[in-house]
């Protein structure tokens, strides 16, 4: 039966694609990524129909197999995923019969010629020339592999109704601000930007989408989301696990690249930037570049006060012993790279003048949880709070990105009795409750929308650059200077000691995610 909010539903989209017939090629085709997120994404898509018809996808690599084994080796991947498990095999069977593979080396011109070959024989014109190519490989592979495409022919500049051709590049988009101008520069040597699908798959989460939803659909935060109201705002994304088997790449990265450079200050951005014009692609990237060139830049003498950096050292989680960063395969024994930070950052609006933004993330932490707290300023100290002191809670909305996603807020109530005492009380929305509907995985939002040709969840150019300025500052303060002790935090622990002495010398706290 419907219940009687569903005749309040306001349709923006169908939820669909609206992508026509077309091919996927994935470079890239044997990777990690590929199996483990892309085909998933890909199969779930596929069974749920929402896959445009016809549709083909390619894959290519280096290693040499048929389209079979390709096929087995991803049915192997994918059914050991716990997602997975319910896939029926007809769907899948079905799935697999879009798949084949490609054998190439990506650095030899040649072999594009044999893709293009390849598509030619199993798509048809006019979709046959409309292709989405995704760049699964490493960083350093993107310009030379569009460049190829061009000189085959198979990716060509602009755009026409009958036949497109765009690029999804992975993260990492550079390492630096420099690089990254680089990279743009090369990409846009040889096909225009509105072909460029930069992606950050934290902004393909339901969750961090609802966001804006939250904020401009709903006439009561806006009028409290200010510095009027707003004492501060915690954004932490934690990590259970430590870097595993991905030490050679972290080596290079660190949690200063890999997390806040990216995922994090996406969600600030979305957090605090104004109303957009309009839910138009450009009106939103828009609003979302102009928050973060307002970023106050963190001169290098004031690094040491504003961020901390830190490193996991040997601990415990769960019960479970956990070797140092030191130790992971692959990871120098004596390395300074950071597998924590927090920030303290400051935007320069005259909405946010004055209101820290403290943004923290780490691997080896107690829990996986992904979530921004807004703090509001405590009440007026007349009546209860000077009665109560700091035993008086300031009100707080959390928006909780992963797991559990929802919103809570928190304020005080009176504890039931004839004596008069307060206590902080949960209002608590839950997606899982209140709609116990399937949430698409990230990647299956913005494969669709890269399909469609929807730029709204990816990562502009000069966003991707004004993003890397802010970070790069606090890179270059770390550089060539090792940890100190003080910096090592043991794994299951909620970062290094000076992290809570950041917020504490304002005389605030970081409220640590809980476990659902
Ligand atoms: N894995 C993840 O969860 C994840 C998450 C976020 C972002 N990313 C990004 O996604 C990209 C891919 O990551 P990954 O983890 O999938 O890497 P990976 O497991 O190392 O896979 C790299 C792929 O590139 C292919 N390749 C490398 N050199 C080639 C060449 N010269 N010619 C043809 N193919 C070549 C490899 O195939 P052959 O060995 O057969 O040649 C393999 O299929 C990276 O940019 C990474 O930063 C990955």
Redesign the pocket.
Known sequence: MASADESLVCQLDDGRTAAEPCVLVI????????A??LIPALSRLHDRGALPAPFQIVG????TKSDEAWRAELRETVAALPAHSSLPAASWDSFAARLSYCT????DPAAFGRLASHIRERAQMPWARRILFY?????S?FSPIVENLCRAGLLERGRSPEAWQRVVV???FGHDRPSAATLNAELLRFIDETQIFRID?YLGKETVQNILMFRFSNAIFEQIWSRESIDHVQITVSEKAGVGPRGG?YEEAGALRDMVQNHLLQVLALIAMEPPVSLDAEAIRDEKTKLLRSIRRIPPAAVARQVVRGQYAAGAIDGQARPAYRQEPRVAPDSSVETYVAIELFIDTWRWADVPFYLRTGKNLPLNASEVRIQFRAPPRVLFAAQCGPLLDANAFTLRLQPDEGISLRFNGKIPGTALRLRPVRMHFSYHTEFQAYTPEAYERLLLDALAGDATLFIRRDEVEAAWAIVDPIRAAWNGIPLADAEFYPAGAWGPRAAEELLARQGRAWRNPQPV
């Open positions: 470079l890239g085709a044997s990777g990690d990524l590929t483990r997120k290519m690599a280096r290693r190439g080396d990506l650095t760049l699964a490989t490493s960083p592979q992975e993260k990492p798959h790449y």
